[in-house]
């Protein structure tokens, strides 16, 4: 349940963190550590930093307004917009999410007799980042690309000769069962915290972190979705038309 903005300048961070863990983003985008500042209230806050608590309370009401648009949108788009899109995906998740998720890691100390999985967790997580990151580079650097090319040489005959030898050298079919076949990077984070329950968690960074690690698995999943069921799918077939584009030129020579 949310608090009314207007009734939380006078509610400690630990409160209203407690209670809307994306206050904690809210809070970290003007530079605020709730962790550290746990018996303030926003006023207070605000005060020393110079801040209104509107800006705060505004930043995490935009966090509510999702700028995703629907499968079926991206369904009927071009592909080449469904590959902006998912670049957008990445470079949130590289640039704003996962920095983020790692400082409130490897900022919480706790007690290791309670949370014995936590220095799992703290090992496996830079591990996780690093694998993560090769996948988004190995997607935008030699997947999109391809389809990209695919995608602005349909029933355009300049250059066919040069796309006919680079498409005997990548299967796409192959990348795409691969990619489907693939357990999420985030199955191990997944087992090491019990699919996230809080049931035996009562430090609130630790909360907070298990909370921002739930809802960043789904978006992933929805990204993957989009690779799997729209992009591939879409491309494999432009594939498929764009070889026989080049199949017919050769016939007609
Ligand atoms: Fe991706
Ligand atoms: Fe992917």
């Not at 904690?24 to 930093?49: Q, V």
């Not at 469904?82 to 670049?87: A, F, M, Q, S």
């Amino acid at each position: 349940m949310f608090f009314q903005t207007k009734n939380l300048d006078n509610k400690k961070v630990f409160d209203i963190v407690s209670n809307d863990f994306r206050y904690a983003k809210a809070l970290d985008s003007f530079g605020i550590d709730f962790y550290n500042n746990y018996d303030f209230t926003i006023k207070e806050i605000c005060k020393e930093k110079g801040l209104s608590s509107g800006s705060i309370h505004g930043y995490r009401i935009a966090m509510d307004e999702s700028f995703d648009l629907d499968l079926n949108t991206l369904k009927s788009s071009p592909i080449n917009l469904v590959i902006e899109y998912l670049k957008h995906n990445h470079s949130y998740f590289i640039k704003n999410k996962l920095p983020y998720i790692r400082n409130l890691i490897s900022n919480l100390s706790v007690d290791k007799t309670q949370y014995n999985f936590f220095k799992d967790l703290k090992f496996i997580f830079p591990h996780f980042y690093e694998d993560f990151v090769e996948h988004i580079l190995e997607e935008e650097k030699y997947i999109f690309t391809y389809i990209q090319k695919l995608f602005e040489l349909d029933g355009n005959h300049k250059n066919h000769a040069k796309m006919f030898f680079e498409m005997k050298k990548i299967s796409l079919k192959d990348i795409a069962k691969e990619h489907l076949e693939e357990d999420s990077e985030m199955e191990g984070i997944r087992g090491l915290t019990k699919n996230y329950s809080l049931k035996q968690v009562t430090n609130l960074h630790l909360k907070v972190i298990f909370q921002e690690l739930k809802a960043f698995d789904a978006e992933l999943d929805i990204h993957s979705k989009i690779e799997n069921e729209i992009l591939f799918p879409r491309a494999i077939e432009l594939q498929d038309k764009v070889s026989n584009q080049i199949r017919n030129i050769s016939f007609l020579n």
